[in-house]
């Protein structure tokens, strides 16, 4: 996919964002904006596109129907899938599931989360795909068994506890250089629903420091000195 830019002063909230590619002869290949986004200057949005935005990529040929009958019949669906998706989305539990650092927490039903919205949104199968996912990561709810602390956590394949909030006291950072700009959309929006950009998870073990090498929101990662936990934010920047 090639990049595209998106040029001007952008107002407002960004509700549904589909991606379309109706035929190779338009180019560079078109992102509809079905509402604005509330940042601004002059970005080109790669390769996060799907896991930043709600994105859906649509048949070229039309399914071999005219365009207003592929767009009549297509886009209620996506409409209804998104609004699916934004109601589970504004539900705290649900959240807090959904936001989990994409690279750092390490979980197959997150990573089929993810390669569902990062390839682009079917027009059907969208709830379907979240119930399963949110019923089996409550699989991996749980309190943490050698602390009296009542918060539940996450636990991913590492046996590292994720537990989202509610600290408002840092930021991700996204200055470019040496942020691109996939970090600076990657902490304001998942899958197209714009989120707290000052809550992160606390991550840490059972019991002893955490410690080591960890993805970042960009090439490259953070190295991480041992602590008691980390301050890891929804796109994967550690404070």
Known sequence: MKPVNLRGDYRGSLNLLVFIKISSFIKPEKILLLKP????GDYQIIAELGRIFFVSKLDRNLGGMSIHNYFNRTLPLLAKSFSFYAEEFDK???RKMLLLPLRNFIAAELNTLDEIFSAGVPAKGLPLALSNFFGQLRKRQTPMTVSTSPKT???DDKDRYFAYGPEHHAKPDTKNPPHGNSCLFGANFR???RYEVDKHYNVSLASGK????FPGCHVGGATVSKRD???MFPNDFIA
């Open 229 to 231: 936990y980390i301050n």
């Open 210 to 213: 955490m410690s080591g090498e």
């Open 153 to 155: 956590y996450f636990v």
């Open 191 to 193: 899958f197209g629903k």
């Open 37 to 40: 986004v509330n940042l601004r």
């Open 92 to 94: 705290e539990g649900r």
